[in-house]
């Protein structure tokens, strides 16, 4: 009678845990937006622009801060800044809004919630300029992994540009454990939101692709797109993940395909790296100095 109440506790708590992102916001608006401030646009073909995408692991290490700070050493105040971080918890933008400038803002979007709590995790985009809420879309995949587990989100938010464009950005976090016949249908989803083929876009995140036919199916979406992939200089990477190796001899998993990637259009890209001086997460930022080219 003992185990089977332990058991039927034990489910509860499962059950509990498995729908609790169901009640969780769409996203949230962090810091001042475009519509409490004067309206401040990126200029175009004129200064470089940062770019930061990064799994950040909960940011749950205590040397995560720490991290941050010297990643963001090496970008100008004055310089565009935006990071994309994945798996972030809802208390990441308050941990880090202080280290670049005043003007930092942000959306959070969840994709589970902690239970019996208030805490989520998800994917946050932060730019050192206010960000406006119009263009904001959360994108939930389709389907759950291990089908009880985090269905994932990925977000969509667009930059002013001076020239009256929308810089478009999607911060994106991929299935993992789930059939192959789910993948289209998250990047159907994702690639769906973007607007009209010559207008500038950075599509990035933690892909999860582990196999070359997860990457082959994200490089041909992308290609449709009229998206290029930014190839980081030098072959250090993201190491793959070592709850993922036991994978190695099934479904094709190849540890030496990057899980990390980013994908632009409209875009002069100057440089791309690995940061490897970060070891608060299993995953390492991707930074990205750019310049967004003018109207053909």
Sequence with gaps: MFFRLISVCSLGLFASASVSCLSVRNYDSLGPTQDSVKMKVMPVDSSTSHFVCWNVHKASDE?????????????????????????????????????????????????????????????????????????????????????????????????????????????????????????????????????????PAIVCGDFNVWSERRLKLLNQRTTDAGLAEVHPRGLQHSPSPKWLRWMIRINGFDPKIRLDR????????????????????????LVMSYKVLPKR
């Excluded at 972030?88 to 979007?109: P, Q």
């Excluded at 192959?180 to 159907?188: A, H, K, N, W």
Aim: contains cysteine; hydrophobic residues 35%; negative net charge.
């Design 63 to 199: 040397t995560f801060t720490k991290d941050v700070g010297e990643l963001l050493e090496a970008v100008p105040k004055d310089n565009n800044l935006i990071l994309c971080l994945q798996e972030v918890r809802s208390t990441t933008f308050d941990m880090i809004k202080g280290l670049h400038r005043e003007e930092v803002s942000g959306h959070y979007a969840p994709s589970w919630r902690l239970p019996f709590t208030k805490l989520s995790t998800g994917v946050l985009t932060i730019a050192n300029r206010p960000l406006p809420d119009s263009g904001v879309i959360p994108i939930r995949a389709p389907r759950r992994e291990l089908l009880v587990a985090s269905p994932k989100v990925s977000l969509k938010s667009e930059v002013p540009l001076a020239d009256g464009r929308m810089l478009q950005i999607i911060n994106c976090h991929g299935l993992n454990f789930v059939p192959f016949s789910v993948l289209p249908g998250q990047l159907d989803q994702i690639f769906d939101t973007l607007e009209a083929s010559n207008s």
């Design 262 to 285: 980013i994908y632009t259009r409209g875009l002069e890209v100057l440089d791309c790296y690995s940061h490897t001086g970060s070891e608060s997460s299993d995953h390492l930022p």
